[in-house]
């Protein structure tokens, strides 16, 4: 089992910064891939990026190039910075996670923190 804390939410002007960080814990042997999604009320939840733990990162379209997300493997963290912040990027943001448990894929969340972006 795995359990994901996130962190770093919050309300922030138009074009400002934020990061977000989320820490895994728990029995596990690895975490094939790390990331983030976000969702607002009456939307289906989207992929903001994930990372897998060789390194390649996908990223939403909407996020290209504002955005980055790092992992480190050794305390099983994943960071996602967020820069030049548009009021559309308000949602709540979840933490991501998955690993295979007999060769099935098992997917993990975290509760979601808040990111408000003010015009």
């Known amino acids: 089992q795995v359990q994901l804390v996130e962190s770093g939410g919050g309300l922030v002007q138009a074009g400002g910064s934020l990061r977000l960080s989320c820490a895994a814990s728990?029995?596990?042997?690895?975490?094939?891939?790390m990331g983030w999604y976000r969702q607002t009320p009456g939307k289906q939840r989207e992929l903001v990026a994930v990372v897998t733990n060789g390194g390649s990162t996908n990223y939403g379209d909407s996020v290209k190039g504002r955005f980055t997300i790092s992992r480190d493997n050794t305390k099983n963290t994943v960071d996602l910075q967020m820069n030049s912040l548009k009021p559309e990027d308000t949602a709540v943001y979840y933490c991501y996670a998955m690993n295979y448990q007999l060769g099935n894929p098992r997917n993990y969340w975290g509760q979601g923190t808040q990111v408000t972006v003010s015009s």
């Open positions: 728990g029995v596990f042997f690895s975490i094939n891939a």
